[in-house]
């Protein structure tokens, strides 16, 4: 769970090291309230957007690579590109219909204010893979099952956007300059944009796969098939309980 702390401890140490990207981010996670304010108020927009676009392309980076790692090297230096792409491609093609929809509901949020938001949600869930990376690392070294690591990878993915997701949903009611009719319509907006989030996501996430590469098959960076993320997580499921 995400929780916002107490107003109280509002200082941020690392603003004298304006190069410790590692730093703001982990002062960003222990108070995030001054960080919400900062963001509403406009205040180190641009370092916030380089700190979290950076980190978190690392702890996507190595998390990529750890999953890759099952079907050799070539496959982690791969799975290492292609997982923070996955991140940044989803935000980037869903970020304007949100910004728009908040332009036409009247806020007066600016489009770095929502990036900044969008960064931040990514960074939390790329801090949460770093965490879950020994975790994985290890299963993947002591278990050679392709289906088990397979859906491990999806649980991890799923419990740590979760996180990240939860966090960007109470952000948005934090800064929202909207009342009335029209802030219950832009929380109605946010709720239907994060489905479609995820539903970009896992369907980004589809074409560009593989991230754990195919037991028994040369390497290839991509490999297109049709169907898509839902209906393979489907079949995978049914050859688990012996149905295909």
């Avoid at 990514?122 to 879950?132: K, N, P, Q, W």
Wanted: aromatic residues 18%; proline residues 3%; hydrophobic residues 55%.
């Amino acid at each position: 769970m995400v929780f916002f702390p107490n107003e109280g401890n509002c200082n941020l140490r690392v603003w004298s090291e304006p190069m410790n990207y590692f730093g703001i981010v982990m002062e960003f996670l222990r108070d995030r309230v001054e960080f919400l304010q900062n963001v509403r108020n406009g205040k180190h927009l641009e370092k916030y957007i380089l700190s979290f676009a950076l980190c978190s392309a690392l702890f996507f980076a190595i998390y990529g690579a750890i999953m890759g790692s099952f079907s050799g090297s070539l496959q982690a230096i791969a799975s290492a590109i292609k997982l923070p792409a996955l991140y940044l491609l989803t935000l980037l093609i869903c970020l304007p219909a949100l910004f728009f929809f908040h332009v036409v509901s009247g806020s007066k949020r600016t489009f770095f204010q929502y990036l900044c938001l969008l960064l931040a949600s990514m960074s939390a869930i790329s801090v949460m893979l770093f965490g879950f990376a020994p975790i994985v690392l290890f299963f993947r070294l002591s278990i050679n099952d392709y289906i088990f690591f397979t859906l491990l990878n999806i649980v991890v993915l799923a419990a740590s956007s979760f996180i990240g997701v939860q966090f960007f949903y109470r952000s948005m009611n934090f800064i929202n300059d909207l009342r009335g009719k029209q802030k219950k319509q832009s929380v109605s907006a946010v709720k239907g944009w994060l489905i479609l989030y995820g539903f970009v996501g896992s369907q980004l996430g589809w074409t560009l796969k593989p991230f754990l590469g195919v037991p028994g098959e040369t390497f290839a960076i991509f490999r297109p098939e049709a169907g898509n993320f839902y209906a393979a997580l489907i079949q995978m499921f049914g050859r688990i309980l012996g149905l295909n």
